[in-house]
């Protein structure tokens, strides 16, 4: 597509409830980034993807947090028990080699209740 | 829409005047720095970005300049314009590896 697409735009979920997150890159960027940003802050990394490699999951807050790419295109990120502190807007970028040129989506706001 | 950054630092600059955004970055190994604009609601959008073999870059109305001596990088935007108003990040990748990493970001304000 012309962008990197995500969905939903905003999810409210219950402390305990697990979510997914999609992300849709741009056709043919081997790299596909994660981001989290809380309110009034810059995005922090989460985890990155070359292809369906998982290559960096340093980022991950905890084991609640769980990312795939099966077919190196789409990504989903999950989130097991949420809790309130993963209340922010989590973020997609992609990259046509994962050096340079990062483009990211529009994010997906997770509120957590 | 939500809001992004709250209590970020604020640059408020006259419709038409040049603005310049600076930000510190923290890896004397990066070798790679990108501009982005952030407005309510929305994802970063790439301004402009710099390698670290070079000192200066210029696009349409924004110039970034990046000094490796002190760790400094700086957005100028020539004739500021209303929908220049936005909340701004710096961000900067290592060389050991293809993350970014964000600066905290800001707030321009543009009064017509």
């Known amino acids: 597509g012309a962008g990197v697409s995500q969905s939903p735009r905003y999810k409210v979920a219950k402390r305990g409830q697990d979510v997914a997150l999609r992300c849709d890159p741009i056709?043919?960027?081997?790299?596909l980034f994660w981001y989290q940003q809380a309110l009034g802050q810059g995005p922090e990394f989460l985890t990155y993807?070359?292809?369906?490699?998982?290559?960096?999951k340093s980022g991950l807050p905890s084991d609640r947090f769980f990312a795939e790419r099966p077919e190196g295109s789409v990504s989903t990120l999950k989130i097991q028990r949420t809790q309130q502190e993963d209340s922010a807007v989590y973020l997609c970028?992609?990259?046509?080699?994962?050096?340079?040129?990062?483009?990211f989506g529009s994010g997906t706001r997770l509120t957590v209740v | 829409g939500e809001s992004v950054g709250l209590h970020l630092p604020t640059l408020s600059v006259q419709e038409g005047d040049n603005s310049i955004i600076n930000c510190a970055y923290s890896?004397?190994?990066?070798?790679?720095f990108i501009w982005y604009k952030q407005e309510s609601g929305k994802g970063p959008q790439f301004i402009i970005d710099?390698?670290?073999?070079?000192d200066k870059r210029q696009g349409q109305r924004v110039t970034v300049l990046l000094n490796k001596t002190v760790k400094h990088l700086s957005l100028q935007i020539a004739a500021t314009q209303p929908g220049d108003s936005a909340v701004y990040f710096c961000?900067?990748?290592?060389?050991?590896?293809?993350?970014?990493?964000f600066g905290g970001g800001t707030r321009l304000m543009v009064k017509p």
């Open positions: 710099i390698r670290s073999n070079m």
């Open positions: 890896n004397s190994a990066s070798d790679y």
């Open positions: 993807f070359q292809n369906e490699a998982q290559l960096d």
């Open positions: 970028a992609s990259s046509r080699d994962g050096n340079y040129g990062y483009t």
């Open positions: 961000a900067e990748k290592g060389n050991a590896g293809n993350m970014l990493t």
């Open positions: 056709s043919g960027h081997v790299s």
